[in-house]
């Protein structure tokens, strides 16, 4: 018998091809991304901490959503983008 | 196994309708409740009843596909609609992809939220809708099929599969069906999709991913005044996301609750304006641990009290159910917004 999918459906038209530029995790800048839940800075903390036994930090600065339970504004994105080589993210809970 | 998501239409074998539920929970269609199979013929015929919208579905999150009209019919269909009922499934659908509806948030939280599904407009008597007594209960084919077909939508065109995509803690047995009729007959007030600027002969859905129902149980008072209190206390809880989030609640009103509201003056407004000063939360009701994680997020006390929206236009009010002294409360998400879609 024949049936109809129902999971079925059409992929989204293409995003834009993101050309990926190397990133030196030793000197570059570094945007440190929490989601705004409990313990996610301090996750973070943690990673800067581990950073700071080979790298100077200065360059490393905390970034957060101002909404836990929703994306990241554009502008935020795109700020993050235009100002750091690379971003960790941290999802606490 | 194949991959069958990227076909349309499958051809399996013949089977009966228990056999169909062993295939379908083996490809993680089901949400554990029996359904319909979903056969070419069926789905035509739902198919039939939106012809003429033509207007485009934006990609469902989280899975960001582009929901075919065949796929949307076969959760219909699996759910146990009557075609007649599609077109409130579609419009339901529509209205979660608003954007500030959030529903990649709202399917991927570990919150219970479900979502809530109201319908407005003569279409409730068509369809026999049940806004009256036991309302947001069993019995009734559209409220529970509509609602349901909503959830296997989410479930098998947007990914939100539970304990995957769908995170939820504990979930809400309203994430089963959760689908009512606004009782407009009984309300002595505006119905909600004319408070939101539509006629009162538009036919409406209406979504707000919220937990179930918290019942306001009031036999004792004989006003207004007194109702307004109990209504305040029930809404004043300090374990809702509303109290943090800052988002939109429903407060559904029993018909004899509201004939009280009316008989002692009270509007839409003044009881909105009201249940906003009363359902503060002091406080000395929430943990310190709380109250700091709150302010570390820009939510911070109003004095010595939070709120449970940012706005008294947070609380949505309506009438619906029948006799007796009961009304209920529903909290949402928080990050999310009351969409409404008009029914084609």
Redesign the interface.
């Known amino acids: 018998?024949?049936?109809?999918?129902?999971?079925?459906?059409?992929?989204?038209a293409a995003g834009e091809t993101v050309a990926l530029k190397p990133i030196n995790w030793a000197t570059d800048a570094i945007a440190l991304m929490s989601n705004?839940k409990?313990n996610a800075?301090e996750l973070l903390e943690g990673v800067r901490a581990k950073l700071s036994a080979f790298r100077n930090v200065d360059n490393i600065v905390y970034h957060?959503k101002?909404?836990?339970?929703?994306?990241a504004p554009k502008d935020q994105i795109e700020k993050v983008a235009a100002n750091f080589r690379g971003a960790l993210l941290a999802l606490g809970? | 196994m194949t991959d069958i998501a990227e076909q349309e239409v499958i051809d399996i074998a013949d089977m009966d309708v228990e056999a169909f539920n062993e295939f379908a929970t083996e490809q993680g269609w089901s949400d554990g409740m029996p359904l319909f199979v979903p056969t070419e013929a069926k789905v035509a015929k739902f198919v039939d009843t939106v012809r003429g919208d033509n207007r485009p579905y934006s990609p469902v999150p989280p899975r960001q596909i582009v929901p075919t009209i065949q796929a949307m019919a076969a959760n219909a269909v699996m759910a146990g609609c009557k075609p007649e009922y599609f077109p409130v499934v579609t419009a339901a659908l529509r209205s979660v992809l608003e954007p500030d509806f959030n529903l990649h948030g709202t399917l991927a939280t570990t919150h219970s939220c479900a979502p809530m599904v109201m319908i407005s407009g003569p279409i409730r008597k068509e369809l026999n809708v049940n806004c009256g007594s036991n309302c947001f209960g069993q019995g009734w084919q559209a409220n529970a099929t509509i609602g349901r077909a909503l959830g296997l939508m989410l479930l098998n065109i947007a990914g939100a599969k539970p304990g995957e995509m769908d995170r939820s803690t504990q979930g809400n047995p309203a994430k089963f069906t959760f689908c009512f009729g606004e009782n407009e007959e009984e309300n002595p007030w505006t119905p909600y999709h004319v408070q939101r600027g539509f006629k009162p002969t538009d036919n409406v859905v209406t979504v707000m991913s919220g937990e179930g129902p918290h019942n306001l149980n009031d036999h004792g008072s004989t006003t207004g005044d007194g109702l307004l209190t109990t209504f305040a206390g029930g809404m004043a809880t300090p374990g809702a996301n509303t109290v943090y989030g800052k988002g939109p609640s429903f407060i559904i009103i029993g018909p004899e609750h509201a004939a009280t509201l009316k008989r002692d003056g009270f509007t839409i407004e003044t009881i909105r304006e009201e249940l906003w000063q009363r359902s503060r939360i002091h406080i000395s009701r929430v943990s310190k641990g709380n109250l700091d994680t709150y302010a570390s997020t820009g939510h911070k006390p109003d004095g010595d009290y939070l709120r449970i929206g940012r706005t008294p236009q947070d609380l949505h009010i309506t009438v619906a159910g029948g006799p007796g002294k009961h009304s209920a409360f529903i909290p949402s998400f928080g990050g999310t917004m009351v969409a409404c879609t008009r029914i084609q």
């Open positions: 018998m024949r049936i109809v999918n129902p999971t079925f459906g059409l992929s989204a705004s409990p800075r957060s101002n909404s836990a339970s929703q994306a809970d």
